[in-house]
T-cell receptor, first 114, second 112 residues
Framework: AQSVSQHNHHVILSEAASLELGCNYS??????LFWYVQYPGQHLQLLLK??????LVKGIKGFEAEFIKSKFSFNLRKPSVQWSDTAEYFC????????????FGQGTELSVKP | DSGVTQTPKHLITATGQRVTLRCSPR?????VYWYQQSLDQGLQFLIQ???????AKGNILERFSAQQFPDLHSELNLSSLELGDSALYFC???????????FGPGTRLTVT
């Protein structure tokens, strides 16, 4: 069965520090990959997506992610975090052929100290 | 604002009761998805509709049902509610299955 694993449950950083959140998925077929962010008390917002092509994708708010097919990974990065990046981050996948349902990781809570 | 609307925002009800959650997708989106978010289970896919037809089912209990109407809005019906059904219920929509999904603000259900 498909599964998505996010290695860090809670990450605490100071402002201006660099961020990397790990995401690995388990699925043998072709997948679409997503990162969503959930700010406190708000709904999920799409940060970025990967369908095909350049494995380095850029999203909103200075975030980027790299798809490494051989490692089944899709790690999220940001060179310099801000206090406003404090939120929960979810990695998700769906099967390209079937489309549809997203399988989410457990989420990583990011706390940025001013 | 994602363009996906959900009502109500909050719902408090008693065990054994039945509730209906409503979702209106973004303009032009044909596919609607329902997810449940709880502390112990995380974000779990419940069910998907595409252009009025059920397309995929996830971990949806038999006590739960959903439908998508001709105007593409969707309703999730939860019956015989139990304390463990307390959660955030999100609706999402996409143009077609497989495309990125846009999430609504959610309905927080509290069963007492």
């Amino acid at each position: 069965a498909q599964s998505v694993s996010q290695h860090n449950h809670h990450v605490i950083l100071s402002e201006a520090a660099s961020l990397e959140l790990g995401c690995n998925y388990s699925y043998g077929g072709t997948v679409n990959l997503f990162w969503y962010v959930q700010y406190p008390g708000q709904h999920l917002q799409l940060l970025l997506k990967y369908f095909s092509g350049d494995p380095l994708v850029k999203g909103i708010k200075g975030f980027e992610a790299e798809f490494i097919k051989s490692k089944f990974s899709f790690n999220l990065r940001k060179p310099s975090v801000q206090w406003s990046d404090t939120a929960e981050y979810f990695c998700a996948v769906n099967e390209r052929e079937k489309g549809g349902k997203l399988i989410f990781g457990q989420g990583t809570e990011l706390s940025v100290k001013p | 604002d994602s363009g996906v609307t959900q009502t109500p925002k909050h719902l408090i009800t008693a065990t054994g009761q039945r509730v209906t959650l409503r979702c209106s997708p973004r303009s032009g989106d044909l596919s609607v998805y329902w997810y449940q978010q709880s502390l112990d289970q995380g974000l779990q896919f419940l069910i998907q509709y595409y252009n009025g037809e059920e397309r995929a089912k996830g971990n949806i209990l038999e006590r739960f049902s959903a439908q998508q109407f001709p105007d593409l809005h969707s309703e999730l019906n939860l019956s015989s509610l139990e304390l463990g059904d307390s959660a955030l219920y999100f609706c999402a929509s996409s143009v077609v299955p497989g495309n990125e999904q846009y999430f609504g603000p959610g309905t927080r259900l509290t069963v007492t």
